[in-house]
């Protein structure tokens, strides 16, 4: 379906794509994978036509239809959330005007017979037949139903697109790129501001959609959910495995140990061959073994090592302090901006050792919480407090927007730096893979993972018994991650986690606080165990088993009941019941939109005094049969 052939990519001088060459399918699901800086968005950008290469070419059918997600991007600020999502079927307007062109085309000739009229008419039909193809559904319903997986409330609906963050917006672009249904999706890390819910939800669309998927992304339960081949750029190079990304891992460690094997019994021989030439170069009885050794030597394909990026981060986090046995401590909570609640009635106990996660959706308070804990913001109602000799280190959201554009790397740690630590900072910076001119670099023009990473060395110049930490993964390939993980899980202190990231939780939280609806809830137990108690089921967040999901504290251990086959049979029965639900009420909501539309259209047009009234009264009762589908549609949602 797509090809890349030859493609070579060079800035300033510097080889990022050496005649690379490879296929797209229609029906793959690629993981693009490789270090920060390898290339991995500007093949999505070739492939998109955003960017050229320096030369080779991406040959793609002319029908194709392509939807790609940046990482980042400019937005409208006028239009509200559903507006802007609507503007994604804008094509079916383009194919409409297209289908009136060719209608009047044929309708000013009389060539009957000619190529030129049967070629009209055969476009003529595929573009209906293209249109009511996509047509088919409500634009509204479905515009509505992707928002909603994506995290929007209805009540969000109306918002202008100026009211919200970069990351709320972002998912506004991910829902108009699902809409309009492209043949190939180009996912430049979709998951980066989405939560485990909506993450979830997007992993289940993306299994079940019709068409290509090339994707980018640091979530390694995210790839493996849903690509089953793994594209490696490496060096300016293409390993293709046909395989998830876990499985790539694996294969990829064979196929470096083998060939690294390969190698060195090549050079063994050629070593060996060379010693004998040397050897015998000048002796006139060994003259024609010497010769046929040289046109050996000659003749071997020598074998190459691919070269392996083998920097790594190194994170180790200074012994803590002790603090006292309570660390956290929140009373009779309540948080409020104005007239919006964002939670209340809160009353939480961290203790010294714990290692807790805050979940649940963007906006519900996670944030702010540890804003609170931090001292930045001053709560509503209620007290939080840090328990005794607590030394709290904060890594915020946006904590490497915080850093000063101005300073140097370098300079960056040595401000903050105070005693005996300050002669060992080019030993930290070094650690965090800032080397040699590296240190020199102004913050300004630093990349996004490289400010996080000099964020978090900066966190580690003081012992803290207190690890706050918001979002730390942002930006992170899996690697990093994986080391950053280690990292906490040797850490001794207390730590207080935000991330959406399923695998860098799993194993490492012993606690979970769940933000939802202006409340928290307390979890014992890891994620998984959080996530099989929750039944996260696309849309829905199930509670069937409610008895099932009581958490019982003995001896402060949780004791999580193991569901039997008749209880797993029934929820799966729920889960097969709410979907029938959700499909019928979607499918009477599209009717009276429907209904409403030509009743609309027989007011504007009617002249007629007697049936006027009945047509008002009709309008009207169809308006409140939809307000109470759309009151049972939410309500579907939420149960």
Known sequence: MISINNLTVSFGGFLLFDQVNFHINDDD???????NGAGKTTILKIISGVTQPSSGQVQLPGELTIGYLPQ??????????IEEAMLAFSYLTDIEKEI?????????????ESDEYHKLLIKLNDLTDKFHILENGNPLSEAERILTGLGFNRKEFGRKRSELSQGWNMRIELAKVLLRKPDVLLLDEPTNHLDIESIRWLEQYLQSFRGAIVLISHDRRFLDSITKRTVEIMLGKINDYKVPYSKYIILRKERMEQQRAAYDNQQRVIDKTEEFIERFRYKATKSNQVQSRIKQLEKIERIEVDEEDKSRLFVKFPPSPRSGQVVIKARNLKMAFGPKIIFSNVDITIERGEKVALLGKNGEGKTTFMRLITGDLKPTEGEVETGYNVAAGYYAQNQDELLSKDDTVFDTLDKAATGDIRSKLRDILGAFLFRGEDIDKKVAVLSGGERSRLAMAKLILKPHNLLILDEPTNHMDIKSKDILKQALLRYDGTMVLVSHDRDFLDGLVDKIYEFKDGYVREHLGGLEEFLQRKQIESLDELQTLKQDSQIVKSNNRVTTPVLTYLQQKEIDREVKRKRTQIERCEESIAQLEKRISELELILSESHNSVSLPEMINEYELVKSSLDLKFKEWESLHTD
Do not use: H, P, Q
């Open 72 to 81: 980042e991007m400019e937005f409208s600020k006028t239009t509200s959330v």
């Open 29 to 35: 699901r690629i993981g693009l994978v490789g270090r």
């Open 100 to 112: 009136e062109i060719v209608n009047n085309s044929i309708a000013n000739r009389s060539d009957y």
